[in-house]
């Protein structure tokens, strides 16, 4: 019941739509996928902006079907544009009302000044777009778009258009807005690191197909999937602080029983951290070596292995619940006769925020 | 010199006749340039000529044509009679319908093109954030498109003032119903009364160029304001 259900098939001049997905109606979703792949206009068409025939149901409530479509005015969404696209006749205070006043009060799902104030546009409520900057100008788009109450947020590269201090500015927000508000959002990105620090789960799109959704991690490291074969392949785990080292300038954090150092003092105890393994980074052992600089060792399972670039594979690990890839050579897979199955120690190099 | 009761009346005729002229091609020309800003269909490209044609043609064809279909034997004027009205050419009315199709290019591209530069995405966000159709239009589309509104009321006034051919085809030169500034100048020359063709020439000359000296700064405003 509590899914984002979507199906979509459509020739658009000579390209060919057929997608099929359906996700938690909570946290962030991204929609990942190279440039023309059809992620935009995957997005419009959830949005009503574009048509196609298909089917949509949000939270339980049709959007579409073979016999209702409803106008995108009539859907509960937020959209927020690659550029933030405010209207240059209103001041900030004016964009930021737009939706909002065309919400009745009892629907009103947030307070106006509880956007102001998280999103610190305060200072800016008089002013009007063109004395923005970019930063400023998305902060407020996404403002606009919460206060319209949505129930489904839509988010088309939000990040994109911007410098990297703006977008250094914006992230934190997103991450939050993950955390703080009960609201699904569909993220499209085709910058991965992006992905790795704000999704939950992962809808690859390839030439108008979803080609693999699922929780992040499995879509990151799944063998099969192009992500894991990439030069900058990672996992992402979800953690916890625990404590700090600052004699050493360590953060401890551990999700169930495992637990990862990682350099650097990082949130507070009890806050949650997603931290980042790159397959590069990680390298095996049949048993726990006795001295070593590698602060992290842990006991994992072998799951599957596979080639990767000439003279190099992909190992996947089970530890507990999580997921880890290892990017080892050939010789080294052989000269531990790795199989499915095999309990082996994973060295985990390097661990940092995602 | 001053201006005679004669005068003052084909002023007052041309100022009532170029106000009414421009609220009827608000009414018309705004859904019209709507349209055309926003249609796909392959008719686009003809209505945009059919809009134009007033630019090239001469005022007598459009007149004569007019003429021919409200007259008592047109289309529109056996449906008139039909209906138990009195034709329109040569009556007020009659000047207005011949102004709206003689002026309508004036006031539909300026329009159509303001619509056109706002381009879809301020309307696609407005949808986004809960406006239906007719609220887009006038909370977003109409404020946006204001300089072009201006252009096209200014445009379509003065064009009006400033008309001729299809007066004297359709209206003729009845005093205080269709005897308009350019009729009654034309009056004066015939009868070689130039005095009195001096000051209502004299005066239009200034009118015409005051306007176009107020539409130049007024969007250079706008340009430097957008910039």
């Known amino acids: 019941m509590s899914t984002i259900a979507a199906r979509f098939r459509s020739t658009l001049?000579?390209?060919?739509?057929?997608?099929?997905?359906?996700?938690?109606?909570?946290?962030?979703?991204?929609?990942?996928?190279?440039?023309?792949?059809?992620?935009?206009?995957?997005?419009?068409?959830?949005?009503?902006?574009?048509?196609?025939?298909?089917?949509?149901?949000?939270?339980?409530?049709?959007?579409?079907?073979?016999?209702?479509?409803?106008?995108?005015?009539?859907?509960?969404?937020?959209?927020?544009?690659?550029?933030?696209?405010?209207?240059?006749?209103?001041?900030?205070?004016?964009?930021?009302?737009?939706?909002?006043?065309?919400?009745?009060?009892?629907?009103?799902?947030?307070?106006?000044?509880?956007?102001?104030?998280?999103?610190?546009?305060?200072?800016l409520l008089a002013q009007s777009p063109q004395q923005l900057?970019?930063?400023?100008?998305?902060?407020?788009?996404?403002?606009?778009?919460?206060?319209?109450?949505?129930?489904?947020?839509?988010?088309?590269?939000?990040?994109?258009?911007?410098?990297?201090?703006?977008?250094?500015?914006?992230l934190p927000y997103l991450e939050q807005l993950h955390r703080q508000l009960e609201l699904p959002i569909i993220y499209v990105s085709h910058a991965l690191d992006e992905v790795a620090r704000l999704a939950d789960?992962?809808?690859?799109?390839?030439?108008?197909?979803?080609?693999?959704?699922g929780p992040l991690a499995d879509g990151l490291t799944r063998l099969d999937l192009p992500l894991a074969h990439r030069d900058t392949a990672a996992t992402v785990i979800d953690t916890t602080v625990v404590s700090h080292d600052p004699a050493f300038q360590l953060t401890h954090v551990a999700r169930q029983r495992v637990a990862f150092e990682l350099p650097g003092l990082h949130g507070a105890p009890g806050v949650p951290l997603r931290v980042r393994v790159a397959a590069r980074d990680v390298s095996l052992a049949l048993v726990a070596p006795q001295q070593t600089s590698i602060l992290n060792l842990l006991p994992a399972r072998v799951i599957e292995l596979a080639d990767d670039t000439p003279g190099q594979v992909l190992v996947r690990l089970a530890l507990d619940d999580m997921v880890l890839l290892a990017r080892i050579t050939r010789k080294s897979a052989r000269l531990l006769d790795l199989q499915p199955g095999t309990q082996v120690v994973a060295q985990v190099k390097s661990v940092a925020v995602a | 010199?001053?201006?005679?009761?004669?005068?003052?009346?084909?002023?007052?005729?041309?100022?009532?006749?170029?106000?009414?002229?421009?609220?009827?091609?608000?009414?018309?020309?705004?859904?019209?340039?709507?349209?055309?800003?926003?249609?796909?269909?392959?008719?686009?490209?003809?209505?945009?000529?059919?809009?134009?044609?007033?630019?090239?043609?001469?005022?007598?064809?459009?007149?004569?044509?007019?003429?021919?279909?409200?007259?008592?034997?047109?289309?529109?004027?056996?449906?008139?009679?039909?209906?138990?009205?009195?034709?329109?050419?040569?009556?007020?009315?009659?000047?207005?319908?011949?102004?709206?199709?003689?002026?309508?290019?004036?006031?539909?591209?300026?329009i159509a093109n303001a619509f056109t530069a706002i381009g879809v995405r301020p309307l696609e966000v407005a949808a986004t954030l809960r406006?239906?159709?007719?609220?887009?239009?006038?909370?977003?589309?109409?404020?946006?498109?204001?300089?072009?509104?201006?252009?096209?009321?200014?445009?379509?006034?003065?064009?009006?003032?400033?008309?001729?051919?299809?007066?004297?085809?359709?209206?003729?030169?009845?005093p205080g119903e269709t005897r308009v500034l350019s009729v009654a100048i034309y009056d004066h020359v015939e009868a070689i009364n130039y005095a009195q063709a001096h000051i209502l020439s004299a005066g239009l000359v200034v009118f015409s160029f005051v306007v176009l000296l107020l539409l130049g700064r007024h969007s250079g405003q706008w340009q430097r304001m957008s910039a």
Do not use: C
């Not at chain 1, 992962?202 to 693999?212: M, P, Q, T």
């Not at chain 2, 109409?142 to 300089?147: I, S, T």
């Open chain 2, 1 to 110: 010199m001053s201006l005679s009761g004669a005068n003052l009346t084909a002023i007052i005729l041309t100022l009532k006749l170029a106000t009414v002229t421009t609220l009827v091609l608000m009414l018309i020309a705004t859904p019209l340039a709507w349209w055309l800003a926003h249609t796909q269909t392959r008719w686009r490209a003809a209505v945009t000529a059919l809009v134009a044609l007033p630019l090239v043609l001469p005022p007598t064809v459009l007149g004569f044509y007019l003429l021919v279909l409200l007259g008592p034997k047109g289309i529109i004027g056996q449906w008139m009679l039909g209906m138990g009205l009195h034709t329109l050419p040569f009556t007020f009315g009659g000047l207005v319908v011949g102004s709206v199709v003689f002026s309508m290019p004036f006031a539909v591209q300026p």
């Open chain 1, 133 to 170: 900057s970019g930063g400023q100008r998305q902060r407020v788009a996404i403002g606009r778009a919460l206060l319209a109450s949505p129930r489904l947020l839509l988010m088309d590269e939000p990040l994109s258009a911007l410098d990297t201090t703006s977008r250094a500015e914006i």
């Open chain 2, 131 to 174: 406006a239906s159709l007719w609220d887009r239009f006038w909370s977003v589309a109409v404020p946006l498109a204001r300089p072009g509104f201006f252009t096209a009321v200014v445009l379509a006034f003065a064009h009006t003032v400033g008309e001729f051919g299809v007066v004297l085809m359709l209206g003729g030169n009845i």
């Open chain 1, 13 to 123: 001049g000579s390209f060919e739509l057929d997608a099929e997905f359906s996700v938690p109606a909570h946290g962030i979703s991204a929609l990942f996928g190279p440039s023309a792949s059809g992620k935009t206009t995957l997005l419009r068409l959830i949005a009503g902006l574009a048509r196609a025939p298909g089917s949509l149901t949000v939270a339980g409530e049709v959007w579409q079907d073979e016999r209702r479509f409803v106008p995108t005015h009539r859907r509960a969404l937020g959209y927020v544009f690659q550029e933030a696209s405010l209207f240059p006749h209103l001041d900030v205070r004016g964009n930021l009302q737009y939706g909002w006043k065309r919400v009745p009060a009892a629907e009103r799902r947030i307070a106006f000044d509880d956007v102001i104030d998280w999103l610190g546009l305060g200072a």
């Open chain 1, 201 to 213: 789960t992962l809808l690859l799109i390839e030439a108008g197909k979803i080609v693999h959704q």
